[in-house]
């Protein structure tokens, strides 16, 4: 049966030339095999998932999220995203000698004996593009060792098509435009909420997670630097 990603034909993004790999696998460390699953999932998936976020598909309710009834609604973005991405996590991690344990959304997915643990969010956002909104979706993904130590982790916007990725501790993204990826400076440590470069954000969820945050607001908005934004 050929899927509606399948049926788009849409060709990965090609590897940057920045982006460099061992062409022998017996010498990647877990960290470099990490890094090579997330090339794989990142750089493969966008682009057909972008093709199908472009063209409106799969904003049809499909029911309840497994555990989570009453909290989130799965469509058919979700199921189709999952299922192409899953494909390639298993392929990947499979080529490169890599066992894991993948925590989804709505499924799991272990690959030998883990000795990563990952989170995947196969489309977040999937309620505003559910709404017909314009804020992207995304592709989320984070890995673990098995002491939850970050080895890497990326995000795919699925509207631009660029990729931001951390690894070996360093941020990066990715244009498909031009096909560069530029290490991006590293953001500056903040102390206090008094620092000039301190800004607030509000993001409205349900009151059950936003009524901690609502509860300090005004204490943050009294207090935070002035001369900075708050988005709200």
């Known amino acids: 049966m050929i899927t509606p990603i399948e049926s788009l034909r849409k060709r990965p993004y090609p590897r940057p030339k920045d982006w460099k790999k061992s062409d022998n696998i017996k010498e990647l460390s877990i960290r470099d095999?990490?890094?090579?699953?997330?090339?794989?999932?990142?750089?493969?998936?966008?682009?057909p998932l972008r093709a199908m976020i472009d063209i409106g598909f799969g904003r049809e309710r499909q029911g309840e999220v497994l555990g989570r009834e009453g909290e989130d609604t799965q469509i058919g973005i979700d199921s189709s995203a999952e299922i192409l991405e899953k494909k390639i996590l298993i392929?990947?991690?499979?080529?490169?000698?890599?066992?894991?344990?993948?925590?989804?959304?709505?499924?799991?997915?272990?690959?030998?004996?883990?000795?990563?643990?990952?989170?995947?969010?196969?489309?977040?956002?999937?309620?505003?593009y559910e709404a017909g909104l314009n804020t992207p979706p995304y592709i989320a993904i984070g890995f673990f060792d098995r002491k939850g130590v970050p080895i890497a982790g990326a995000v795919s916007n699925l509207l631009t098509g660029h990729i931001f990725v951390n690894r070996v501790g360093k941020n990066y993204e990715y244009n498909p435009n031009t096909r560069q990826l530029i290490q991006l400076p590293p953001p500056r440590k903040i102390e206090t909420i008094k620092d000039p470069d301190f800004v607030l954000v509000s993001y409205d969820g349900k009151y059950k997670y936003t009524g901690p945050f609502r509860a300090n607001f005004d204490r943050f908005d009294r207090e935070r630097n002035q001369n900075r934004v708050f988005h709200g």
Do not use: C, W, Y
Request: charged share 25%; glycine share 4%.
């Open 33 to 47: 095999k990490v890094n090579e699953v997330v090339f794989d999932l990142m750089f493969t998936a966008t682009p």
């Open 91 to 128: 392929q990947s991690a499979r080529k490169h000698g890599l066992s894991l344990f993948v925590f989804s959304e709505h499924n799991h997915l272990r690959v030998a004996r883990p000795e990563v643990i990952a989170t995947l969010d196969p489309i977040d956002n999937s309620g505003e």
